[in-house]
């Protein structure tokens, strides 16, 4: 078994304002903390991992397809693997949340791999 805790797990600044720390993992799957600070952008990006997540503070306005969700406290969504799809938190609170990548992502950048 597995235990990290966010406290002792270093964050990596992917973009301006956007703030990721790849937590506990395994063969097939891995969690990832994000902190997307008012104003920031998660830019166009897709990557063969499937991709579920659950904010639990804020709000972030996702982009697929020319379309867009929100996604509040509380909510969670799933994406397929290789779709396109960018992110804004167009709010005033940070917003925080986990992603779980599977097949699990070594990397804890958003870009394309």
């Not at 703030?19 to 166009?44: C, K, R, W, Y």
């Not at 996604?71 to 949340?97: F, K, M, W």
Request: glycine share 10%; hydrophobic share 30%; with cysteine.
């Amino acid at each position: 078994m597995q235990r990290r805790s966010l406290a002792g797990v270093e964050s990596t600044e992917a973009a301006d304002g956007v703030h990721l720390a790849l937590m506990a993992g395994s063969d097939s799957m891995n969690v990832q903390h994000f902190e997307i600070e008012p104003g920031a952008t998660v830019e166009e990006h897709s990557h063969p991992h499937e991709q579920t997540g659950f904010i639990y503070e804020g709000e972030l306005t996702f982009r697929t397809d020319g379309d867009e969700l929100v996604c509040g406290s509380g909510d969670s969504y799933a994406l397929p693997g290789d779709q396109p799809h960018a992110a804004e938190n167009r709010g005033e609170v940070t917003v925080r949340g986990v992603d779980i990548f599977s097949p699990p992502r070594e990397d804890p950048t958003w870009k394309s791999e």
